[in-house]
C-alpha cells in the first residue's frame, strides 16, 4: 500500500483523518491544560512563599 | 401544642398553598408561559392544521417542561432567602415528609393548573380530540415526577450564582425519559403509534420511584446547602 | 480501611501519584501508537463500509470511557459524601472533564461517522443522543462544582447530582433507545454497526485500554496539581515549594 493510498482511506479519507484529527486535538488539550494548571499553582504558590517570607 | 408527623406535613403543605396565593403572579408565570409556547408554534409553523396534529404532543410537552422548569425557582429560592427554609430543616419532623409537601404544593400550583388547561391548547395545536384524554393524563402523571426531580437541582443550587439557568442546566438531561414517555404517550393516542396505555404505566412507575426518591435527595441537597 | 486511611491521605496519594504518572504514560503511548497501527493499517477494509469504518475505532472506546468515567467519578463522590474522604471529592473533580472530553470525542467522531453513512451530519441514534445527554451531565456537574466557592460544599453537592445522574443513566438509555426504535422506519443506527469481527475486535480493544491509561495518567496529573493548590496551607506542601525553589 502507498502513502497516497493510505492517505485516501478508499475514498473516504477527508472523514476519516478529520474523526481521527479531532480525537487527536482532544488528547493534545487534554495533556497541554492539566500541565499549564500546574505550573500555574507552582508559580503561584511560590510566589506566596517569597512573600512570605519577606515579612518576616 | 406538639404536630403529629401528617399534622406537620398538612401544616407546610397549607402554608405553601397560602403564601403562594399571595404571589400569584409567579404561579402565572408558568401558565403564560405554556400559553405562549402553543400560540407561538403555530404562528410559527403555519396554520395548515396536518403539519400542526404531527407536532402538537412535543410542543405541548415541551411547553409544560419548561413552564416547570421556569418554576422551580419558586421552591425553595425565596424560604431560603427570609429564613423560613433553616426553620424547616431544625424542626424535628423528618425533613423528606416536609420536603415532600413542599413539592407537592408546588405541583399543586404549577403542575396541575398546566394539566388542566392542556385540552384548551390542545385545540391550538390540531390535536385530535381521542388524544386529548391522554394529554391530560401523561401531563397529571408527567408533572409531578418533574416537580420532584426537579427539587434536587432546586436544593443543590440555592444561593448559587446563576443558580436560575444552572438549574435548567442540570435538570434537562433528567427530565428526558419523562418528556419522551409524555410526548409519546399523547402521539399514540393520537393515532401514530401504539397503545398509550404502555406508556402511561411506564409514567406511573417513574411517578413511584420518584416519589421513593426524590424526598429523600432533595432533603439531602437541603442539608448540604444549608450548612 | 486502614488502606483507605493510608493512601486517602492527599500527601501520601500526592508522592505515589507522582511515582505512577511516568508508568501510566508510557503504558498508554506504547498501546496508543499499537492501536493506531491496527486500526489504520493492519485491519482490513470492510465489506459494506470501507475505510469508513475505521473512525469506529476512536468512536467506541471514547464512548465506552465516557459511560465508565462518569460511574467512577458517582463512585468516587458517593466515597467522598458517605465517608468525608476529601481526596475521594479531588478525585471525582478531576475525573468531570476528562470524561466530558471523551464524551465530546464520541459525539463529534460519531457525526462524522454519520455524514459518509446516512448523508447527514447528524443522526438521531440512540447512541449519540444517549452521549449527547450524557455531555449535558458532565456539563452540569461541572458547572454546579464551578458556581459554588466553599470546597466541601461543592463536593456533596455536586456528589449528589453525580449519584442522581448515574441512577438516571440506565433509565435514559432505555428511554432513548425504545425512542429510537419507535422512530426507526427507514433509518439505520450506528448501533446496528458492520458485523464484528476479530480483526475489528483486537484494535478496539487495544484503543480501549489507551483511552483508559490515558485517563489514569491525566487522572494523576490533574489530582496532583488539585492537591497542592487545596493543602497550600499545610506544612509539607511549604517544605515541597522550599525545597524546589
Same mark, same amino acid.
Given at each position: ?56 | ?83 423560613? @427554609? ?79 439557568? @444552572?438549574?435548567?442546566? @442540570? ?30 404505566? @411506564? ?25 | ?65 465516557? %459511560? %465508565? ?47 459518509? %453513512? ?81 480483526? %475489528? ?45
Amino acid at each position: 500500500m502507498t502513502w497516497s493510498q493510505f492517505l485516501a482511506m478508499g475514498g473516504f479519507g477527508a472523514y476519516v483523518w478529520s474523526a481521527y484529527g479531532f480525537a487527536a486535538i482532544m488528547v493534545a488539550i487534554n495533556i497541554a491544560q492539566p500541565l499549564m494548571q500546574k505550573r500555574k499553582v507552582w508559580t503561584r504558590l511560590r510566589r506566596n512563599l517569597d512573600r512570605a517570607g519577606e515579612d518576616e | 401544642m406538639s404536630y403529629g408527623m401528617f399534622a406537620a406535613m398538612r401544616a407546610v403543605f397549607s402554608r405553601e398553598l397560602l403564601v403562594f396565593w399571595r404571589r400569584s403572579t409567579e404561579i402565572m408565570t408558568a401558565l403564560v408561559f405554556f400559553i405562549m409556547v402553543t400560540t407561538l408554534f403555530p404562528l410559527a409553523i403555519g396554520p395548515e392544521r396536518h403539519e400542526l396534529m404531527l407536532v402538537a404532543p412535543g410542543v405541548l410537552w415541551v411547553g409544560a417542561l419548561l413552564a416547570t422548569t421556569l418554576s422551580l425557582n419558586h421552591l425553595f429560592a425565596s424560604d431560603y432567602q427570609d429564613g423560613s @427554609l433553616e426553620q424547616l430543616l431544625m424542626s424535628p419532623y423528618p425533613l423528606s415528609a416536609l420536603v415532600l409537601s413542599k413539592i407537592a404544593a408546588h405541583w399543586v400550583l404549577t403542575g396541575l393548573p398546566l394539566a388542566l388547561l392542556s385540552p384548551l391548547l390542545a385545540i391550538q395545536m390540531a390535536l385530535p380530540m381521542k388524544a386529548v384524554g391522554t394529554l391530560v393524563g401523561s401531563l397529571l402523571l408527567g408533572t409531578p415526577i418533574l416537580s420532584l426531580i426537579g427539587a434536587v437541582p432546586a436544593a443543590l443550587t440555592l444561593g448559587v450564582r446563576g443558580g436560575g439557568v @444552572l438549574v435548567s442546566l @442540570l435538570v434537562l438531561p433528567l427530565y428526558t425519559p419523562v418528556l419522551i414517555f409524555g410526548a409519546e404517550a399523547v402521539a399514540a393516542s393520537a393515532g401514530q403509534g401504539f397503545a398509550s396505555v404502555a406508556h402511561l404505566s @411506564l409514567l406511573g412507575a417513574f411517578l413511584a420511584l420518584a416519589l421513593s426518591f426524590a424526598p429523600w435527595a432533595s432533603s439531602a441537597a437541603l442539608r448540604v446547602s444549608l450548612d | 480501611m486502614k488502606f483507605i486511611h493510608k493512601y486517602g491521605s492527599p500527601k501520601r496519594f500526592y508522592a505515589l501519584a507522582g511515582r505512577l504518572v511516568p508508568w501510566f504514560a508510557g503504558i498508554t503511548a506504547i498501546l496508543l501508537v499499537s492501536g493506531l497501527y491496527l486500526g489504520l493499517y493492519w485491519a482490513p477494509p470492510d465489506y459494506q463500509q470501507g475505510d469508513a469504518y475505521r473512525i469506529m475505532f476512536i468512536h467506541v472506546p471514547n464512548a465506552w470511557m465516557s %459511560m %465508565m468515567a462518569y460511574t467512577v467519578m458517582a463512585v468516587y463522590a458517593a466515597i467522598g459524601y458517605i465517608w468525608n474522604i476529601r481526596l475521594a471529592d479531588i478525585l471525582a473533580k478531576v475525573t468531570a472533564p476528562l470524561g466530558a472530553s471523551f464524551t465530546l470525542t464520541a459525539l463529534v467522531t460519531g457525526s462524522i461517522w454519520g455524514e459518509p %453513512m446516512w448523508g447527514t451530519w447528524w443522526v438521531w441514534d440512540a447512541r449519540l443522543t444517549s452521549e449527547l445527554i450524557l455531555f449535558f451531565l458532565y456539563i452540569g456537574y461541572m458547572a454546579l462544582q464551578a458556581s459554588i466557592d466553599d470546597d466541601r460544599r461543592a463536593a456533596h453537592a455536586s456528589a449528589i447530582l453525580a449519584i442522581v445522574g448515574v441512577v438516571n443513566i440506565p433509565i435514559i438509555h432505555y428511554s432513548v433507545y425504545w425512542w429510537h426504535t419507535l422512530h426507526q422506519s427507514a433509518s439505520i443506527s450506528l448501533t446496528s454497526q458492520p458485523k464484528i469481527y476479530a480483526t %475489528m475486535l483486537i484494535p478496539l480493544v487495544v484503543m480501549s485500554l489507551a483511552f483508559t491509561f490515558f485517563y489514569f495518567t491525566m487522572l494523576c496529573v490533574r489530582a496532583r496539581t488539585e492537591i497542592l493548590w487545596r493543602e497550600r496551607h499545610t506544612d509539607w506542601v511549604r517544605k515541597l515549594l522550599e525545597a524546589k525553589s
